[in-house]
């Protein structure tokens, strides 16, 4: 089993402006469908929220993404989705994960900025799409150390490039 978690940044580390990614780029979210798809996905509470308000639906009837185990992190024990499992951390939440995941599998970690901030020293691998320009936004992706990873892929695209980064010697 491994641990990802995977993300679109801009040029200037923006990954969210308000409730909201400031750009739309659908080969991105197809990329992120393909990625996810069938496996565990976490998000904090916000995350989830947001999808549900950009595809119009009400978090309180359930998973954000279908076909996959919705995840939520929040401190509110009182946090109620159908079909979703509520976990009080990230720890908790990798943990519930691992029920739905054989040694083979992966457990995908979907933002947002909190949540990327506290998993970037958990996770094996890093799922970027780097956006060739900067953006106005207030929620960034952490910078990270160039040296504890190694660029394994990059599908260069028009303005952007898929890039997938291991962790070094882990
Ligand atoms: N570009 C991308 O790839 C991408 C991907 C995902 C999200 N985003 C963007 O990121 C933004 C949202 O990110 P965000 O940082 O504001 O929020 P977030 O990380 O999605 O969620 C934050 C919430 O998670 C819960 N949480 C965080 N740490 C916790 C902990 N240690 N224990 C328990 N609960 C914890 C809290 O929920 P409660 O308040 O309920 O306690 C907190 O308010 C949006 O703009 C979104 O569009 C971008």
Same mark, same amino acid.
């Given at each position: !089993?491994?641990?990802?978690?995977?993300?679109?940044?801009?040029?200037?580390?923006?990954?969210?402006? *308000?409730?909201?990614?400031?750009?739309h780029?659908?080969?991105?979210?197809?990329?992120? &469908?393909? &990625?996810?798809? *069938?496996?565990?996905?976490?998000?904090?509470?916000?995350?989830?929220?947001?999808?549900?308000?950009?595809?119009?639906?009400?978090?309180?009837?359930?998973?954000?993404?279908? &076909?996959r185990?919705?995840?939520?992190?929040?401190?509110?024990?009182?946090?109620?989705?159908?079909?979703?499992?509520i976990?009080?951390?990230?720890?908790?939440?990798?943990?519930?994960?691992?029920?739905?995941?054989d040694?083979?599998?992966e457990? !995908?970690?979907?933002?947002? *900025? $909190?949540?990327?901030?506290?998993? !970037?020293?958990?996770v094996d691998r890093?799922?970027?799409?780097?956006?060739?320009?900067?953006?106005? *936004?207030?929620?960034?992706?952490?910078?990270?150390?160039?040296?504890?990873w190694?660029?394994?892929?990059?599908?260069? $695209?028009?303005?952007?490039?898929?890039?997938?980064y291991?962790?070094v010697?882990?």
């Open positions: !089993m491994i641990i990802s978690l995977i993300a679109a940044i801009s040029k200037n580390h923006v990954i969210g402006l *308000g409730d909201r990614i400031p750009w780029i659908p080969e991105d979210f197809k990329y992120f &469908k393909e &990625k996810t798809l *069938g496996k565990p996905i976490i998000f904090g509470r916000a995350t989830f929220e947001s999808i549900h308000k950009m595809k119009g639906t009400n978090p309180n009837t359930g998973s954000a993404l279908p &076909k185990k919705n995840i939520i992190i929040t401190r509110n024990d009182g946090y109620r989705a159908d079909d979703c499992i976990c009080a951390s990230l720890d908790d939440a990798i943990n519930a994960a691992k029920n739905y995941v040694d083979t599998q457990i !995908m970690i979907c933002g947002g *900025g $909190q949540i990327y901030t506290q998993a !970037m020293d958990i890093m799922y970027i799409t780097i956006i060739d320009q900067d953006y106005d *936004g207030d929620v960034f992706f952490p910078q990270w150390d160039d040296d504890k190694t660029l394994t892929s990059s599908d260069r $695209q028009a303005g952007y490039a898929f890039n997938i291991d962790r010697n882990k």
